[in-house]
Each structure stands twice: as structure tokens, then as C-alpha cells.
């Protein structure tokens, strides 16, 4: 019996071990977001008044990271604290949803960003990056047709706008999950065009044909029939278009176009800008 129970133990011990292996191994890593808007995804290890210590997932490897680089960490617990530059020395305080630090971005005045547009489908839920920027170069063509009516705004060219996105680790699906005045210290814009289009495809079917009768020889009739089916696709949209100045919403509207043809979305997209408080008629 005595034997039995040092087994006992060591079985009990890697038991531990092994569930111990695994909590770590399932633990979600916390995000460190520096002031370059660059996310690390990683495990803080230990956080100083001058640099933070931090390994990558399935690393021991222990790196270190000056605190004036970083903008704020979000903690896999929920938590998050913010790092700010004093005047003199960094201060280092916590705070929960804290917004971004905007002194040291410059915004450049009378700027104007049109954000990806996500197209989701009702029915599926599935978003089209295609369509996405697809829609966004749209709103963008007819800003730049008609730019003295925007005037003195000048408006950033998409393929900026996207960049500076995609480093801040955004895109079309998860825009909507971003402050707009984060968004606007990430693209240094003082005005944001934010749209949205829901929609949904059916299709309808009409059938039409002929019969004919023919007299043949010896007074045999011969019948042919015709027939044949159209299959028309249905498209059914609903655009949300919002407008941002200095982190304000200042125009927001919605609206569904009265023809159901694919490229009806784009319609309703110009007559809301048309009718924005950036749009002046000449």
C-alpha cells in the first residue's frame, strides 16, 4: 500500500499538469495597440513605469517594449489601460474604454474619408468585399466629379484610406465596431462618409409558349408546341448613409431605391450625398 500512493501522487501531479497545459494554451492573449495604431497580439508578462515585457502565443521568448510606443492594452479580462505622455515624464494610468490620445496625431483641416461600404445580405448575413470597395470607389468617383460642389473639402483617395485601415487592423466587416473618432485619428480626416447596404436577392420566373397545329397529308394534322422561361433576379436594397465632422454626426439618412435592379444601390448612394450638408448646388 505504501508503494501505491507515491503512484498515486505522480499520476494525480500530470493530471494537473496537463489541465494546467491546456487553461493556458485556451487563454485568449491581450492587445497591445501602439500610437502607430499596429496591434500585437500577445501575453503581458510584466508592465514598468518605462517598457512592458510581453511573449508571443506559443513562445517563451520574452519581449520588451518601450511604454511611449504604445497607445493602450487591452487585457484578455476585459480590462484596459491607457499610456499617455506627460510633459515632462510618461504617466502610466488605467482606465476602462478610454479613447485614443490624439496629441500627437495631426488631423489635416477640410478632409474628407468615404469609408468601406459592407453589403450584407439579410438572409445569409454574409458581407461582399468586393462589393465593399467597390461601393466606396463609387461614392469616391462622384465626390471627385464634383468637387467644386464639396469645395474647399478635398477628399482622400480610397486606396489611403484602406491602408491606413488595414495597419490599425480594420476592414469591412468589422468597421462598424470602431468609434468613429478613432477612425478619424487613424486616416487624419476631420469629415468621414460612413454608408451601410443591406439586401436581398430573389427570383421570379414567367413562363410563356404557343401551340400550333398544321394540316398535313392526308388530312393528318401535326402539332407543335413552344414554350420557354424567363428567370429574373430581384434585388432589394436599403442604404444607411451617415456623415461625420470632428467626431460628430452631422447628417444621417436612409433609403431604399424604387427599382429592384442590381445596380440600383448606386442610385440611392448619390441622391444621399447629393443631399448631405457638404453637397452645395451650383
Known sequence: MKKIKPLLVILLLMITSISFGQITKERKPDRIIK???????????????KNIEYSMPNEDLINTLDTSHIGRIEFANGKTQTFTEAKENNDVSNTSGSKHDPSNIE??????AILPVPF???????????????????????????????????????????????????????????????????LGVD???????SYTVTENQSSYGSTTIKSGQKDKATVSDYSNTNKNMKYEYHIYF??????NKIYTKNRSPFFTTKDSWKDSLTYLLK????YIKK
Open 275 to 278: 443631399r448631405s450638408p457638404i
Open 107 to 112: 488631423i489635416t483641416p477640410n478632409t474628407i
Open 191 to 197: 469629415n468621414i462618409v460612413a454608408a451601410k447596404v
Open 35 to 49: 500610437k502607430d495604431y499596429v496591434i500585437i497580439e500577445a501575453f503581458v508578462k510584466k508592465i514598468t513605469e
Open 120 to 186: 450584407v445580405n439579410t438572409e445569409t448575413l454574409v458581407t461582399s468585399e468586393e462589393l465593399s470597395k467597390f461601393a466606396q470607389n463609387d461614392v469616391y468617383d462622384e465626390l471627385i466629379k464634383k468637387s467644386s460642389n464639396i469645395a474647399p473639402l478635398t477628399v482622400q483617395d480610397p486606396r489611403t484610406t484602406n491602408s491606413l485601415l488595414r495597419k490599425a487592423g480594420i476592414d469591412y466587416k468589422n468597421i462598424d465596431e470602431t468609434s468613429i473618432e478613432d477612425i478619424q485619428n487613424i
Open 242 to 247: 451617415d456623415m461625420y465632422k470632428k467626431g
